[in-house]
T-cell receptor, first 114, second 113 residues
Framework: DGGITQSPKYLFRKEGQNVTLSCEQN?????MYWYRQDPGQGLRLIYY???????QKGDIAEGYSVSREKKESFPLTVTSAQKNPTAFYLC?????????????FGPGTRLTVL | QKEVEQDPGPLSVPEGAIVSLNCTYS??????FMWYRQYSRKGPELLMY????GNKEDGRFTAQVDKSSKYISLFIRDSQPSDSATYLC?????????????FGTGTQLKVEL
């Protein structure tokens, strides 16, 4: 059963703490992405990775970090430097970086900072 | 000004109505257009994609692109309560943008019995 899994579904964090969101895919896709979704703002790109051991900043990378040690996994760390981390976080993957390569999304993680 | 503008709604229609969802854009480099559907608390799923001006039909859904006006639409015929969701338009540049998606803010649709 191919797809993208994200865990946990809900996450609560105290201010000042780092937290890591998991994203795993078994679609054999090379490219992976992290988006943040806020009400009224649509999806905004945080980081993306085209291949293992390589990643680039998106439009709103400040306060976030990623790693891509395995093709299947692209974890996102929300650091204490992120000023407003409460949001819905979506992971996506695509076969490659061609314009015709569709991005498929996971179910999301809702992060709330207490 | 945002690169992609989309009316946030909410839009409420009776079952069986024809729904029109719209986006405008300002970047002429956008050449590949998609519509995603997102149910509450779920990830978006791709509904339709197109890269040419004109209409593309898939069942009850029709995607329309007018590049001269920088305007895209999604029409839903015979709308059903199961169509209640947020609809996101998304666009890609044909060159230099790689696979980067630029999204609209989404339109929330409710189809009522």
């Amino acid at each position: 059963d191919g797809g993208i899994t994200q865990s946990p579904k809900y996450l609560f964090r105290k201010e000042g703490q780092n937290v890591t969101l998991s994203c795993e895919q078994n679609l054999n896709h090379d490219a992976m992405y992290w988006y943040r979704q806020d009400p009224g703002q649509g999806l905004r790109l945080i980081y993306y990775s085209q291949i293992v051991n390589d990643f680039q900043k998106g439009d709103i990378a400040e306060g976030y970090s990623v790693s891509r040690e395995k093709k299947e996994s692209f974890p996102l760390t929300v650091t204490s430097a992120q000023k407003n981390p409460t949001a819905f976080y979506l992971c996506a993957s695509s076969r490659g970086q061609a314009i015709t390569d569709t991005q498929y999304f996971g179910p999301g993680t809702r992060l709330t900072v207490l | 000004q945002k690169e992609v503008e989309q009316d946030p709604g909410p839009l409420s229609v009776p079952e069986g109505a024809i729904v029109s969802l719209n986006c405008t854009y300002s970047n002429s480099a956008f050449q590949y257009f998609m519509w995603y559907r997102q149910y509450s608390r779920k990830g978006p799923e791709l509904l339709m994609y197109t890269y040419s001006s004109g209409n593309k039909e898939d069942g009850r859904f029709t995607a329309q692109v007018d590049k001269s006006s920088k305007y895209i639409s999604l029409f839903i015929r015979d709308s059903q309560p199961s169509d209640s969701a947020t609809y996101l338009c998304a666009m890609k540049e044909i060159t230099g943008g790689g696979n980067k998606l630029t999204f609209g803010t989404g339109t929330q649709l409710k189809v009522e019995l």
